[in-house]
C-alpha cells in the first residue's frame, strides 16, 4: 500500500486541528456560562460511550469520503483548505463577546428578539426568530459576519466537508448538459446565505452560471463580498422568499439547497418544494442537503433528539421523522435518492422529461 500523500495527511491534521479547537471551544463555553448565566445550561444528555465511537467513525467516512471525491477531481484538493481563515480569526473574539447576549437569551427563553429597525411584514412569520439563540436571527450584519464560524465551530470543523456532499451529485447530474456546451448552465443556490456553498460550487463548476437567493439582505452582503473577493464570472444574488421565488419557470438546469428544510415548518417545505419543480427545465436536477433524520440515522436519534432541546430550532423536532422523499414524489420529482454523511442527509431528485 502507498503511504499517503503529504497534502493528504496536512488534510487530515487540519481536520483533527479543527475538531479539537470545536470541541475545546464548547468545553470552556460550556464551563462560563456554567459560571456566569446557570440558568442558561442546558440539562446533561447523557451520551453513551458507543455512540461517541460512533460519531467519531462517522467523522472519519466524511473525511475519507472528502478527500476521494477531491482525489477523483469532484473539486479541487485545494478547496479542502479554502477558508478565510485570517478573517476569522479576527472575528473569533466577536463570538465570545456575543455569547454573554446567547446565555441570557437561552436562560430567559426569548427567542425573538429581532433588530427594531426590521420591518416584519416584509418576512414569514417562522423567519422572524433566534435561531440557535443567534443574536438578531438571521437579520443583521453582525449575525451574518460571525455565522460562518460559528457553525464551523458548531459541527467541530465539518460544515464545509458537510456541504461539500451537494457536490459529486450536481456534476453527475448536470453531466448531460456539460456535454452538450450549446447554452449556459445556470444553477441556482436556494437559502445561499453567507454563500459558502456558491463558492463550493463555483469552484468545482467554473463554467456555469450562478445565483443565490436568501431571505436576509444582510448575508446576502456577506456572500457578495466573499464572492467577488474571488476569481470568475460575477454570482447574481437576489433577496427574496424560497416559497415563491422570483425566477420565471423552467429557467434553472440545477438547484441546490443547503441546510434549510430544518428550519422551516412542514407547509413551508412542501412550497419551497413545488417552487423547485417549478424553476427546474424538464431533465433537471435538484440537490438538497441537511440534518440526517431518524428514519435513515436511528443510531443518532439521542444527538437529533438533543439538538432542539440544546439550541432555538422550532421545526427540528418535525423535521427529523418529516419525509422528504413522499414530498418531493408530491411535487413531481421522479429518479430520487438520498445517501447519509456524518450529520447530514443528502437527496438528488429530477423534474421529469
Known sequence: MAAPSLKKIAYHTLQQGKTLAGLA????????????????TPGNFPINQDLIKEVRRSMENLENIDWREAEAGVYPKSQLFEAPWLEWAKKYPLVWLDMPQTWQRRKKNKTREIPKIVNEEDYPEYYLQNFHHQTDGYLSDHSAE?????????????????????????????????????????????ATGTGRTLQQIQSALPQVELYGL????????????YLSSRSGDLVQLTKGN????????????????VFLFHELPRDARQNVLNECFRLLEPGGILVLADSIQIEDSPK??????????????????????????LRLEKSGFSSITSESHFMTKVWKANKPV
Not at 33 to 39: D, K, R
Not at 242 to 257: I, N
Not at 300 to 322: A, G, L
Open 25 to 40: 471551544h464548547k468545553e470552556l463555553s460550556t464551563k462560563l456560562m456554567e459560571v456566569f448565566a446557570p440558568g442558561a
Open 214 to 225: 436568501d431571505l436576509s439582505g444582510s448575508y446576502l452582503k456577506q456572500a457578495s463580498k
Open 146 to 190: 460571525i455565522y460562518d464560524l460559528q457553525v464551523e465551530i458548531l459541527f467541530n470543523g465539518t460544515a464545509d466537508s458537510m456541504r461539500r456532499r451537494v457536490l459529486s451529485p450536481l456534476k453527475r447530474g448536470l453531466k448531460k448538459y456539460l456535454y452538450k456546451g450549446s447554452k449556459k448552465i445556470k444553477v441556482l443556490d436556494i
Open 300 to 325: 443518532f436519534t439521542p444527538i437529533m433528539e438533543n439538538f432542539h432541546k440544546i439550541f432555538h430550532e422550532p421545526y427540528y423536532r418535525d423535521y427529523i421523522v418529516d419525509n422528504i422523499n
Open 242 to 257: 424560497a416559497e415563491k421565488m422570483p425566477y420565471a419557470s423552467a429557467s434553472f438546469q440545477a438547484l441546490t439547497c
